[in-house]
């Protein structure tokens, strides 16, 4: 069970596109159809921006968008905003078991 | 709303026991898995357990199996973890987290509820 694999950080300035990578093997992340994500603010608690790789539950910004390719899940943040500045973690399930990245913090710029 | 309290978390020395708890209401609780997460000071989150709605089903990250126990008290509306044999690396926020359950998928695999977390420190 290793943590799947995020950049430490990314930055963009607002409505730039920025996009966060999460890689890991097969036996780690599975087959990556359940991979979710996460946001967390600074002394909070996090919260689901996306699941299933491409799901957005009600209420997170249309700008929030998932994918996969291969062994790699990716967020979208299309049009980052000042709001969007967090640290962002990844999660994949596989075999039962749950592993998460290593996550990413986003500063905009 | 959707409400996850979780309480019990201390100073505990190394070698010791603690038991974390978290109260749900909000929601039906007995129709959803339940996990606990956590994350030490400064770090990324791990993963610790999760238990299937009735308690039948429960899993455990590797390095907590025969040390941590999850269990939930339904007529409570209570998710409880037990953990005995703590070490200083168990030092970390414990979030109590509520797994989501997707109407067209018919799969409960993301976290749509969290806690505000409780701290747990291992040290002499």
């Known amino acids: 069970q290793s943590a799947l694999t995020q950049p430490r950080s990314v930055s963009g300035s607002p409505g730039q596109s920025v996009t966060i990578s999460c890689t890991g093997t097969?036996?780690?992340?599975?087959?990556?159809?359940?991979v979710s994500w996460y946001q967390q603010r600074p002394g909070r608690a996090p919260e689901l921006m996306i699941y299933e790789v491409t799901k957005r539950p009600s209420g997170v910004p249309d700008r929030f968008s998932g994918s996969k390719s291969g062994n790699t899940a990716s967020l979208t943040i299309s049009g980052v905003q000042a709001e969007d500045e967090a640290d962002y973690y990844c999660?994949?399930?596989?075999?039962?078991?749950?592993?998460f990245g290593g996550g990413t913090e986003l500063t905009v710029l | 709303d959707v409400q996850l309290v979780e309480s019990g978390g201390g100073l505990v020395q190394p070698g010791g026991s603690l038991r974390l708890s978290c109260t749900a209401s909000g929601f039906t609780f007995s129709g959803y898995w339940m996990t606990w997460v956590r994350q030490a000071p400064g770090k990324g989150l791990e993963w610790v357990a999760c238990?299937?709605?009735?308690?039948?089903?429960?899993n455990y990250m590797d390095s907590m199996k025969g040390r941590f126990t999850i269990s939930r008290d339904n007529a409570k509306s209570s998710l409880y973890l037990q953990m005995n044999g703590l070490r200083a690396e168990d030092t970390a926020v414990y979030y109590c987290?509520?797994?989501?359950?997707?109407?067209?998928?018919?799969?409960?695999?993301?976290?749509?509820?969290w806690g505000q977390g409780t701290l747990v420190t291992v040290s002499s």
């Open positions: 097969s036996s780690d992340a599975g087959d990556y159809r359940f």
């Open positions: 987290g509520r797994f989501n359950n997707d109407i067209l998928s018919g799969y409960s695999t993301a976290i749509d509820h």
């Open positions: 238990i299937k709605q009735d308690g039948s089903d429960k």
């Open positions: 999660c994949s399930l596989a075999g039962g078991y749950y592993v």
